[in-house]
């Protein structure tokens, strides 16, 4: 597959990237549990070292995963590659690394740069390639001073470009307008999915990238039906807006069925069923970047192999469209 563009900013990137949630370790958010349970720090930095030798330039952090820890992992594990990485993290949530606790947000200008200055020192580099809000919903009155700063920073070579980890429309289109902002990360999927943010996007000359493009591991095809997750795991903590994928710790029954409808599907011709959500989410646009998350080299190769397929045929789509259209 053809490298994708980071929107306005022009910055080339492979098809997918990363996403560096899971190997952020075990914290804490609202009292519950918000990692994907325990880690291996070397698997974690192995894996890495494998997605940058199978053509994946682009990794996704955010200074909230692991209160740090993902970070840290991150700038360790691209210290001597990092012109061959296209580098994106997220600011706005903040937390004690003592008791690995989120405990709240702040999106004032001071803060901002702080978060950006501490995101650089834990990443080991003096500049950040994409720099995200990771608030998912903030007031109005507080969007134009967190671009002002944002563009500050821009200007100040500290970030190349910025964007907005949301599902909300509304707020993204206030992004949108200005020429620094290339991204929307959004929750997107063959199962669920805000496909009016992803028509701004492509409107507004904006890369649509990918948070959940394996409905929280749903897509992997490793869970039944009856599988029960732990609490310990952010999928069986019960976190509210974890309940379209994984609801009282056991597949969401709606989402499952969805599942079980489109799977041949979505295996056909010898893919992989992560292959397949992942070729789903390329034929939907010419502008999404998936970034799925991983533990493990064997994850992150099974990923990759996903770009040698490339998106699913127009019939392929259509086929899927009218059947999870008569389940809705």
Known sequence: MEQ????KSGIKVSPMGIGCWAIGGQFYMDGKIDGYGETDDN?????????????????????????????????????????????ATKFGYFGSEATKTLQGYNVTPDYIERACEASLKRLQTDYIDL???????????????VIETLDKLVSKGKIRTYGWSTDLTNGAKLFAE??????????LNVIYGNEELLKLCEEKGLANINRN???MGLLSGKYKRDT??????????????????????????????????????????????VQGALGWIWAKSDITIPIPGFKTVKQIEENAKAMDWGPLSKDQMMEIDRILGCMD
């Open 4 to 7: 994708r563009v980071l929107g």
């Open 43 to 87: 698997m974690s930095i192995a894996a890495i070292h494998a997605a940058l030798d199978l053509g994946i330039n682009f990794i996704d952090t955010a200074d909230a995963y692991g209160i740090g820890h993902s970070e840290r992992l991150v700038g360790k594990a691209i210290k001597d590659r990092r012109s061959q990485v296209v580098l």
């Open 131 to 145: 720099y995200q809000l990771h608030v998912w919903e903030i007031a109005l009155s507080e969007i134009d001073p």
């Open 178 to 187: 200005h020429q620094n902002c290339s991204a929307i990360q959004q929750k």
């Open 213 to 215: 493009p394996l409905a």
């Open 228 to 273: 029960t997750i732990s609490r310990n795991d952010v999928r069986g903590a019960g976190h509210f807006w974890a309940d379209e994928m994984f609801k009282d710790g056991k597949p969401n029954p709606a989402a499952y069925d969805k599942l079980e409808a489109i799977r041949d599907i979505l295996t056909m011709g010898g893919r992989t069923l």
